[in-house]
């Protein structure tokens, strides 16, 4: 008789990620055309926004948007974050995306203009192209070579380490220097990876998986790459993305030479100084002219701050200016006032934004959503969740909705998953959701119930 076989499932050891409010956001889900479609990219309703959105990236992507300003305005838990968010998923990771606060520039150790032009700077991107000797190749061999501590003990010292490199056209062994093998191990480098290292600097990259071992069982997540063509010595165009402000910071102390890679190298070296004008604007000449002799590529990002109506009239002031400014990213603002004073006055204005700011913006309006939206981004929440829902429990989730907000929605989603695992059930039911929604208020809720009851609170 056959032996029989024992099967058993490989379970993926991709890392999961945690999940937060907008997990489920990916795009603006546009077709084509630049029209939204329901329920792509985790993005429900808001359609003219989204295409107004769409128009935004199109923009931003052929450079013609950089000094500009957007504003979305509406009523709390109206999207207007996970639009900012599928905005930046949309352009990519190499076009910088850097998030805020208005709140964020009220700092005891920092001034407010400060914070807002270090911002600003995050948000502006620099593509270095440079010629470079390196060593490129699939990893053969990571052999240490260990001699006894000279200071006596038990330890031994590693002198250096034998790093053997195989390309199309051949293999080399490489003896490297100890604190590059530093290096390989916070690369987390092994035999069948695909690195360069760079002949002048030492510094080790590493490319991706040598695509000899795709049969392998593997990381899900790994990306495989081709053995790199040509001799494993020889001289490539490397690209660099960095920021404006990963150049203040490496330059705030200069240490090495004047060249753009040794401005990138010096960013590995962490310090503590002021950043002041008139380093920013040396920088500035130097970035340009960088761009103009074609070595440097400016990537202009987007900046967005949230709650923009926690700004002051200063802060307002200054981003005015800094709007003008030729190196300014893509300025996307976002508030929920109405009519409402503007800080450090007794001025009142629309969202809270002085007029002469309001004139530069191109609004978007976000609107409530309807109780079938809210249904549908429940459904979505769910599935990101790992949770089961079934009709009659998103039915009464979308009533709920419509009588106070999403987010209290999406917030009843975890308890409602705790009370069904209680009963033995898989599957959250309309019961579950009554039962979490008598246990917690929502906002609303609880302000009826405050002014029902106002005799037995403190009240000033």
Same mark, same amino acid.
């Given at each position: 008789m056959a032996q029989g076989f024992h099967i058993e499932e490989v379970l993926s050891t991709t890392r999961k990620d945690r999940v937060h409010a907008h997990s489920h956001i990916k795009?603006? #889900?546009?077709?084509? !055309?630049?029209? @939204? !479609? %329901?329920?792509?990219?985790?993005? /429900?309703? !808001?359609?003219g926004a989204r295409e107004a959105s769409g128009v935004i990236v199109d923009m931003i992507r052929s450079k013609k948007m950089a000094g500009r300003a957007l504003l979305f305005a509406g009523p709390p838990g109206t999207g207007k974050t996970a639009l900012a968010l599928s905005i930046s998923s949309e352009l990519g990771s190499k076009v910088p995306f850097c998030p805020m606060v208005g709140s964020e520039v009220y700092s005891a150790e920092v001034k407010k203009t400060e914070v807002l032009m270090e911002n600003f700077r995050r948000a502006i991107g620099l593509r270095i192209k440079e010629m470079k000797e390196v060593y490129e190749g699939e990893v053969t061999?990571?052999? $240490? %070579? %260990?001699?006894?501590? @000279?200071? #006596?003990?038990? #330890?031994?010292? =590693?002198t250096n380490v034998v790093v053997g490199l195989k390309s199309s056209k051949g293999t080399k062994q490489? +003896?490297?220097? $100890?604190? =590059?093998?530093?290096?390989? !191990? +916070?690369? +987390? =480098?092994? =035999?069948?990876? /695909?690195?360069y290292i760079e002949a002048n600097s030492g510094a080790v990259k590493r490319v991706g998986r040598s695509d000899n071992f795709a049969t392998e069982f593997d990381l899900e997540a790994e990306e495989y790459v081709p053995i790199p063509k040509g001799d494993v010595h020889k001289k490539k165009e490397i690209i660099q993305d960095v920021t404006l402000h990963d150049l203040d910071v490496a330059n705030a102390k200069p240490q090495g030479g004047h060249d753009a890679m040794s401005m990138f190298n010096a960013m590995m070296k962490p310090k503590k100084t002021e950043i002041t004008e008139k380093l920013r604007s040396e920088i500035n000449k130097v970035v340009n002219k960088y761009i103009e002799n074609g070595v440097a590529e400016l990537v202009p990002g987007v900046l967005f701050i949230d709650e923009v109506h926690m700004l002051d009239i200063e802060c307002f002031t200054y981003l005015n200016k800094a709007l003008e400014s030729t190196l300014a990213p893509v300025v996307i603002f976002a508030t929920n006032r109405g009519v409402s004073i503007i800080r450090g006055t007794d001025m009142k204005s629309a969202h809270g934004i002085p007029v002469d700011l309001l004139d530069r913006l191109l609004i978007v309006k976000t609107l409530p959503y309807s109780r079938e939206e809210i249904m549908k981004i429940v459904d979505i929440r769910a599935q990101v969740e790992g949770l089961q829902l079934d009709q009659e429990a998103i039915d009464k989730l979308g009533e709920i909705g419509d009588r106070t907000t999403l987010r209290y929605v999406a917030q009843l989603l975890t308890p409602a998953s705790i009370v069904c695992d209680s009963q033995g059930r898989e599957t959250i039911a309309r019961e579950d959701i009554m039962e979490v929604d008598e246990l917690f208020h929502d906002a609303k809720a609880s302000a009826k119930l405050l002014h029902a009851n106002e005799s037995k609170y403190i009240v000033q």
């Amino acid at each position: 008789m056959a032996q029989g076989f024992h099967i058993e499932e490989v379970l993926s050891t991709t890392r999961k990620d945690r999940v937060h409010a907008h997990s489920h956001i990916k795009g603006l #889900g546009l077709s084509e !055309q630049g029209e @939204a !479609q %329901e329920g792509i990219d985790g993005m /429900v309703g !808001q359609k003219g926004a989204r295409e107004a959105s769409g128009v935004i990236v199109d923009m931003i992507r052929s450079k013609k948007m950089a000094g500009r300003a957007l504003l979305f305005a509406g009523p709390p838990g109206t999207g207007k974050t996970a639009l900012a968010l599928s905005i930046s998923s949309e352009l990519g990771s190499k076009v910088p995306f850097c998030p805020m606060v208005g709140s964020e520039v009220y700092s005891a150790e920092v001034k407010k203009t400060e914070v807002l032009m270090e911002n600003f700077r995050r948000a502006i991107g620099l593509r270095i192209k440079e010629m470079k000797e390196v060593y490129e190749g699939e990893v053969t061999e990571i052999t $240490p %070579e %260990e001699t006894e501590n @000279a200071f #006596g003990g038990y #330890g031994k010292t =590693i002198t250096n380490v034998v790093v053997g490199l195989k390309s199309s056209k051949g293999t080399k062994q490489l +003896k490297l220097d $100890p604190s =590059i093998y530093e290096s390989i !191990q +916070k690369e +987390k =480098i092994n =035999i069948g990876d /695909v690195i360069y290292i760079e002949a002048n600097s030492g510094a080790v990259k590493r490319v991706g998986r040598s695509d000899n071992f795709a049969t392998e069982f593997d990381l899900e997540a790994e990306e495989y790459v081709p053995i790199p063509k040509g001799d494993v010595h020889k001289k490539k165009e490397i690209i660099q993305d960095v920021t404006l402000h990963d150049l203040d910071v490496a330059n705030a102390k200069p240490q090495g030479g004047h060249d753009a890679m040794s401005m990138f190298n010096a960013m590995m070296k962490p310090k503590k100084t002021e950043i002041t004008e008139k380093l920013r604007s040396e920088i500035n000449k130097v970035v340009n002219k960088y761009i103009e002799n074609g070595v440097a590529e400016l990537v202009p990002g987007v900046l967005f701050i949230d709650e923009v109506h926690m700004l002051d009239i200063e802060c307002f002031t200054y981003l005015n200016k800094a709007l003008e400014s030729t190196l300014a990213p893509v300025v996307i603002f976002a508030t929920n006032r109405g009519v409402s004073i503007i800080r450090g006055t007794d001025m009142k204005s629309a969202h809270g934004i002085p007029v002469d700011l309001l004139d530069r913006l191109l609004i978007v309006k976000t609107l409530p959503y309807s109780r079938e939206e809210i249904m549908k981004i429940v459904d979505i929440r769910a599935q990101v969740e790992g949770l089961q829902l079934d009709q009659e429990a998103i039915d009464k989730l979308g009533e709920i909705g419509d009588r106070t907000t999403l987010r209290y929605v999406a917030q009843l989603l975890t308890p409602a998953s705790i009370v069904c695992d209680s009963q033995g059930r898989e599957t959250i039911a309309r019961e579950d959701i009554m039962e979490v929604d008598e246990l917690f208020h929502d906002a609303k809720a609880s302000a009826k119930l405050l002014h029902a009851n106002e005799s037995k609170y403190i009240v000033q």
